[in-house]
Every structure is written in C-alpha cells, then in structure tokens.
Nanobody, 129 residues
C-alpha cells in the first residue's frame, strides 16, 4: 500500500512558476523501493478527460506531455520520499487539479494513458491571465 499526499498548489499569474510536492509513504514499517515503482503527475479539469502531464520510471527516466514540454519537470528526492513537479511559464490552460500517482511496476506502459494503482487527493492550480 502506498499513500500519496500533494502540496504546493495555489493561484499564480500567467508566466509564473509553482512547484508541486508529493510525499510518498508505504505501509507502517515498510520502505518504498523506488527502483520498482513508476510515478507520475496527471491533471483533471471538470468536464474534460484526465491528462497525463509527466512520468518518471524506476530507473529515473522521465517523460512529459507535449503540452508542457520545456515548461514542466518531474523529479524525485528519494531520500526525502518526495516526488516533485516543477512548473514554469504557466499558462491559463494549465489550470486544473493536479494529482500525483504511483504504481508498483518499473515503468508505465502506454503512458500518458496509464492507470496508476495509487493516487493522491489532488491539489488545485489556478493560473490567471
């Protein structure tokens, strides 16, 4: 079992920056073997389909969606059990609830459409023009 808790969302003006954090924890007394987990961020706007934004595999290779490429960066600090999404040059169309997600497999086949087993509760990001 994996628990994910996001933070760092908020309101920002266009061209601004935010960094989302996702703390990762396992069952009491257990540790996460990150080499065997893939993780990612996706976002959801009411009435629209969920969109995979960024993903990182157990070997720390990463990918980002075309819509955010060059602006968003996904990375982990395994010592701090934290997954991050650094977002720069934000645009109003980036407004959404952002979720972190994880699964006990090394890679996410079919990403960005992959269905992760675990997800957090989400954090709202609002970008105004």
């Amino acid at each position: 079992q994996v628990q994910l808790v996001e933070s760092g969302g908020g309101s920002v003006q266009a061209e601004g920056s935010l960094r989302l954090s996702c703390t990762v924890s396992g069952s009491p007394g257990s540790t996460i073997d990150y080499k065997n987990y893939c993780m990612g961020w996706f976002r959801q706007v009411p009435g629209k389909e969920r969109e995979g934004v960024a993903a990182i595999d157990g070997d720390e290779s990463s990918a980002t969606a075309d819509s955010v490429k060059g602006r968003f960066t996904i990375y982990t600090d395994r010592a701090k059990n934290t997954l991050y999404l650094k977002m720069m040059n934000l645009k109003p169309e980036d407004t959404a609830v952002y979720y972190c997600a994880a699964d006990a497999v090394r890679a996410a086949p079919g990403w960005p459409g992959y269905e992760y087993r675990y997800r957090g509760q989400g954090t709202q990001v609002t970008v105004s023009s």
